[in-house]
């Protein structure tokens, strides 16, 4: 089926384009959202002036971008996230958790394809992303990846991989042994706190008569 772009439809057409496109794309996606309208020929004749309109308006898109960019790049963009031992994530930062967390600050949809991590994001830390916002209109932001206890848990289990549960010697665990892990972190926790009320205890025991004197007064 021959149609007429209406709009940009990255990364396929741009408006004023004619194209053949399969029957089901067109009926289905394109016409139902007046993307597209079928190549008449009296719509034919709009093709030129449509090419004019969307020029125009991508030049003012772009415009509009490259403040929202320049704004994204003013300051660090931070992500919390659940980490392990050593700053290891418990999965990865995504191209859609970064997308939407620009979208909230920006307030204007910030498309997840236009991210491009270098590495994959599996660690504490900070990174600069280089993004895509809009045709010709490139920028990066810098992305901080925090955990989202503050490292709390990351030290108790650093102390109970340091107590015997060694993982593979680079900061990663199974789940038998994290979940060891987290068990001996947390009986050297109560452990402090047993010995905190013992040495309570036995301070009391060791007051002078003079002082039990003056407290049962």
């Not at 394109?30 to 079928?38: H, M």
């Not at 990066?140 to 503050?150: E, F, K, T, Y």
């Not at 990663?172 to 001996?184: D, G, K, N, Q, V």
């Amino acid at each position: 089926m021959k149609v007429i772009f209406l709009q940009d439809v990255p990364p396929n057409a741009r408006a004023g384009d004619v194209k053949d496109v399969k029957n089901g794309y067109a009926r289905n996606f394109l016409l139902p959202r007046e993307l597209a309208t079928l190549a008449t020929t009296g719509e034919l004749k709009r093709v030129e002036s449509l090419r004019r309109e969307a020029e125009v308006r991508r030049v003012k898109e772009a415009e509009e971008w490259r403040e929202v960019a320049a704004k994204l790049a003013e300051e660090p963009v931070e992500i919390l996230v659940r980490s392990g031992p050593r700053g290891r994530l418990y999965g990865s930062v995504t191209n859609t958790m970064l997308a939407e967390k620009l979208t909230e600050i920006s307030r204007v949809q910030v498309d997840r394809r236009g991210i491009r991590f270098d590495t994959p994001v599996r660690m504490l830390g900070e990174y600069v992303v280089q993004i895509r916002y809009f045709e010709g209109v490139d920028g990066q932001v810098v992305l901080n990846v925090v955990s989202i206890d503050g490292g709390a848990e990351a030290a108790a289990m650093e102390a109970a991989l340091e107590e015997g549960v060694s993982g593979d010697g680079i900061g990663e665990m199974s789940l038998l042994e994290e979940f060891e892990a987290r068990r001996l972190a947390r009986e050297a926790r109560e452990a402090e706190e047993v010995a905190g009320e013992d040495d309570s205890e036995s301070s009391d025991e060791f007051k002078s008569d003079d002082e039990a004197e003056n407290e049962k007064e």
